[in-house]
């Protein structure tokens, strides 16, 4: 089989083929009319196809074809254009499996939008927040649905498809990804409280802190590793002298991860911790609560 050349396996619909490609990997072929008069190993040219991903084996599988037979062309050939987007602004690939639970939810959306409803955002706030690259994503798609099929999607629908693009590079269920985000809103209140701070979430110090708090709490909820603790003890004492409201500071954050996730930090953890916390007292421009 040539390379540019696929192999009809199965038709779903008219714009939908299961296909076979060049290195006998099974994948889905979108494209418009792409199923339409095609037979079983017919072949397919590359220039009528608008997008194939590798087709994996699992529990899964039955679900995302049937949603695939479900879900309007027009809604995943939007959707499509919405991932090509998230995939150049935030520097990563995802599966199929993004496409048929964002084209599901765009759906869904749209449906309810149409029949009156308003559905309230899911974690409004912690997206905009912790996930700002995201939540632009998210607003760039709710702008691009509203042209495209002439609606008024509010605003709000932003973090919930940020909410879905969080979750499918996080390769993690929508549970776990909250968790990472209300773990981090925690702990970013602990912070401004004892510091007495108001953070300035745009500052690079701030967004740092953001990121490495994300990778935190990803590691206590789902590794939990333990790292060699070296000579990190010394490094810690000798970093922690004259910054006594930020040692204090990591040991609410200690006491708040061990209470709530029965994890206790190692001092490379307080370490890395004391650093950011010790450059957001240092920051300037800091807004210092009275």
């Known amino acids: 089989m040539l390379k540019d050349t696929l192999r009809v396996k199965r038709i779903i619909n008219n714009n939908i083929v299961i296909a076979e490609d060049f290195k006998g990997h099974e994948v889905v072929a979108i494209g418009k009319g792409l199923g339409f008069r095609k037979q079983k190993y017919d072949g397919i040219n590359s ?28 809604i995943i050939e939007l959707t499509q254009r919405i991932i090509d987007i998230a995939q150049e602004d935030l520097k990563m690939t995802f599966n199929v ?5 964002l084209a599901d939810h765009i759906q869904f959306s749209v449906n309810q939008y149409k029949a009156g409803f308003d559905m309230p955002a899911l974690v409004n706030e912690e997206v905009k927040r912790f996930y700002k690259d995201e939540y632009e994503v998210g ?11 002439h609606i008024q999607l509010k605003r709000e629908e932003s973090t919930s498809i940020a909410f879905h693009l969080i979750t499918a ?8 990804a909250l968790r990472i ?20 979430e745009d500052s690079m110090a701030v967004s740092r802190f953001i990121i490495h708090l994300k990778f935190f709490m990803r590691s206590i909820l789902f590794e939990q590793v333990r790292r060699s603790e ?9 970093f922690s002298t004259g910054y006594e409201q930020a040692s204090r500071c990591v040991d609410l954050i200690s006491n708040y991860v061990l209470e709530h996730y029965d994890y206790s930090l190692t001092d490379e953890d307080r370490l890395y911790l004391m650093i950011h916390v010790v450059r957001l007292w240092d920051q300037p421009g800091g807004s210092h609560k009275a």
Not at 140 to 148: Q, S
Not at 181 to 200: C, F, N, P, R
């Open 47 to 74: 220039r009528e196809v608008m997008k194939t991903y590798v087709l994996v084996d699992g529990s899964a599988r039955p679900q995302l074809l049937s949603l695939f037979e479900q879900v309007p062309f027009e």
């Open 97 to 101: 499996n993004l496409v048929v639970a």
């Open 139 to 149: 607003k760039k798609a709710v702008r691009l649905i509203n042209e495209t099929l």
């Open 169 to 176: 590079a996080e390769k993690r269920p929508n549970h776990d």
């Open 181 to 200: 985000m209300q773990g981090v809103s925690e702990i970013i209140k602990l912070v401004e409280q004892t510091l007495g701070l108001t953070l300035d």
């Open 230 to 238: 070296g000579s990190l003890g010394s490094m810690l004492s000798q």
